[in-house]
């Protein structure tokens, strides 16, 4: 199976910031690689999906990048409402695996 | 708008078999994977399996034994049924919609609300 590791596991932001999110893939996956986000008691949503596509209703701060085995995800000016955690996701081969999360805390 | 429900057992014994449903609404089932996902604190978000409309279907090698994976079109529905559970099946289990091409789901739009499965004797 496709190892997703991400980092940071988890990280103090605050309202306004710039954040970085990394997902490393244990071995290629071209850009087969979504984001999702998920705040508690919810399931998670696609924010990207195939590294860079921008899912529909989502706002434009949220951008991704990457392709092979390292891909980011970059949140430009935090809003209270992306507290929440924030998980990748590999669909290159099945099974499709996702990365550990990593949490966006104030 | 397509959107999952899904409903289930939540409490279950040790050996018993888990069954949940997941209807669709908004959208047939043909054209899509239709795929199970479940969470625990512990291991994660992990990807349990997918079926078309055709009823093909693969799933997680780990769990591929005790797995049976239904589409009734009748009804818009899918259904997931793992049996011999432990208390290492105690999660929160989600249905969802794979978008992508062929047989393959490149991501999950839209989620269920989640179903949770406890495991206990």
């Known amino acids: 199976d496709i190892q997703m590791t991400q980092s940071p596991s988890s990280l103090s932001t605050s309202v306004g910031d710039r954040v970085t999110i990394t997902c490393r893939a244990s071995?290629?996956?071209?850009?087969?690689l979504n984001w999702y986000q998920q705040k508690p008691g919810g399931a998670p949503k696609v924010l990207i999906y195939?590294?860079?596509s921008l899912q529909t209703g989502v706002p434009p701060r949220f951008s991704g990048s990457g392709s092979g085995t390292e891909f980011t995800l970059t949140i430009t000016s935090l809003q209270p409402d992306d507290f929440a955690t924030y998980y990748c996701q590999q669909s290159y081969i099945a099974p499709y695996t996702f990365g550990q999360g990593t949490k966006l805390e104030i | 708008q397509v959107q999952l429900q899904q409903w289930g057992a939540g409490l279950l014994k040790p050996s018993e078999t888990l069954s949940l449903t997941c209807a669709v609404y908004?959208?047939?089932?043909?054209?899509?994977?239709w795929s199970w996902i479940r969470q625990t604190p512990e291991r994660g978000l992990e990807w349990i399996g997918d079926?078309?409309?055709?009823?093909?279907?693969k799933s997680t090698a780990s769990l591929k034994s005790r797995v049976t994976l239904s589409v009734d079109t009748s009804k818009n529905e899918f259904s997931l049924r793992l049996n011999s559970v432990t208390a290492a099946d105690t999660a929160m289990y989600y249905c969802?919609?794979?978008?992508?091409?062929?047989?393959?789901?490149?991501?999950?739009?839209?989620w269920g609300q989640g179903t949770p499965v406890i495991v206990s004797s």
């Open positions: 908004g959208e047939s089932l043909s054209g899509f994977y």
């Open positions: 969802a919609r794979g978008v992508g091409w062929g047989s393959i789901s490149a991501w999950f739009d839209p």
């Open positions: 195939t590294a860079s």
């Open positions: 071995q290629t996956i071209n850009t087969y």
């Open positions: 079926m078309s409309a055709a009823g093909s279907t």
